[in-house]
């Protein structure tokens, strides 16, 4: 097999969170074709035991440690350099020696990056063929911040937007190819950016059915006789400790005087100080982080996905779907997503109306045959071996 350079910002294992998932299932699909050659960084010491699964997948890893808070001193320099603070941040000169040394002793003519911050390292490579994976605009989500935020970190966010867009566009100027999870998002980044559109474009995200299948039996997590709207994410990323915040204080009250049976579920690792103090109003609770996530989809009444700030697809509503639950989310959570009229009825954006759609979902006794429906829905259009043939093509 032919050998492909493979940079990930973060390690590619285990699946459990929205850039793995699409980084590992990339890695897992590719390896049936290609030599990988697997470059990455780990930024959480309870991912170190994961080096070794790797390897069933590659040829050869090159995975360093990163220290969190030494890094974002590094990405300081960003300020006076004129760079993005991503940039730096995951700046590395061994990694550096060792993308350098593998691409010249095998020959290497195929490389994939996955997040901007990875473009450096294939910088100085101009006689390969580089392909970028964006995933999303990740420029566009910090000037989504910027909305949120005053002060200090208005300005910080403001500015990361600015130089962050910069070097997209230098990435998208520079390299072969450039991926977005969704044709939507490669459209909008084409409109910014005003260059050939052949060379942009969107490779979804999809679904492991195998394991999301929702034919697996579970053991309940929820109390008997309650109607439990489930919440799945990492909670120490900004858009779902807003989305979560948001729907537990302005939304879940109007449902919960309305019916005390209603519990909202936040299922995620790492919750911030903000979200654990969400247990405070009655009917709220925070798992913090779980072994296994399907028990709490599968015998959830409803899986909400209340996202204000949002790029690219949520695997969260993915995930869901998958498991024949009726998802009710915003507009943001869905972009991306090909939906059907079943699904797109329970997109709401309005307080009272996600309040009015819950209750009467509630009320409806089809409701396990609509989540069959949209589960039948998203299994037809989302196997990960129909969604990367475009990747596939362009590394032929």
């Not at 867009?165 to 044709?183: C, G, M, P, Q, T």
């Not at 109607?227 to 858009?239: I, P, R, S």
């Not at 969260?316 to 779907?321: G, Q, T």
Request: charged share 25%; glycine share 4%; aromatic share 12%.
């Amino acid at each position: 097999m032919q050998p492909l350079l493979y940079l990930v910002h973060r390690i590619p294992y285990p699946p459990n969170k929205g850039d793995k998932i699409r980084s590992f299932n990339i890695l897992k699909y590719l390896s049936n074709y290609y030599d990988i050659y697997l470059g990455s960084f780990i930024d959480a010491p309870e991912d170190l035991q994961y080096k070794e699964k790797l390897k069933e997948f590659c040829k050869e890893t090159h995975i360093e440690t990163i220290n969190p808070k030494i890094a974002k001193v590094k990405s300081l320099t960003g300020l006076f350099s004129g760079k993005a603070l991503s940039i730096p941040y995951y700046a590395s000169n061994s990694m550096q020696v060792w993308v350098n040394k593998t691409i010249k002793q095998h020959n290497i003519k195929k490389t994939l990056a996955f997040s901007s911050p990875m473009a450096q390292f294939l910088m100085g490579h101009t006689e390969i063929d580089r392909i970028m994976d964006f995933v999303d605009i990740d420029s566009d989500k910090w000037q989504q911040y910027t909305n949120t935020h005053t002060g200090v970190m208005n300005l910080i966010y403001k500015r990361e937007a600015k130089y962050l867009f910069k070097y997209e566009k230098h990435i998208a100027n520079s390299f072969n190819a450039s991926l977005f999870v969704s044709d939507k998002e490669a459209d909008y980044f084409q409109q910014l950016i005003q260059y050939r559109k052949s060379q942009i474009l969107g490779v979804s995200n999809g679904i492991d059915f195998e394991f999301f299948d929702p034919e697996l039996e579970y053991q309940s997590p929820y109390k008997p006789n309650e109607k439990n709207l489930v919440f799945t994410g990492a909670m120490d990323y900004w858009a779902n400790c807003d989305a979560v915040i948001w729907f537990a204080n302005e939304v879940f009250p109007k449902l919960y005087a309305k019916d005390k049976s209603y519990r909202f579920i936040i299922v995620g690792s790492n919750p911030t100080k903000e979200v654990k103090d969400l247990t405070r109003i009655e009917g709220v609770d925070v798992t913090g982080r779980v072994e296994d996530i399907r028990p709490y989809i599968k015998h959830a009444h409803i899986a909400v996905a209340p996202l204000r700030i949002a790029r690219g697809i949520q695997n969260k509503v993915l995930e869901a779907l998958a498991m024949n639950k009726v998802v009710v989310a915003t507009s943001n959570a869905m972009e991306g997503i090909e939906i059907n009229p079943e699904i797109e009825q329970n997109i709401k954006d309005n307080e009272q109306e996600i309040v009015d759609c819950i209750i009467n979902l509630s009320q409806n006794d089809d409701i396990d045959s609509r989540g069959e429906n949209a589960g039948k829905w998203v299994r037809q259009k989302y196997s990960w071996e129909t969604v990367l043939e475009p990747l596939m093509t362009l590394l032929e």
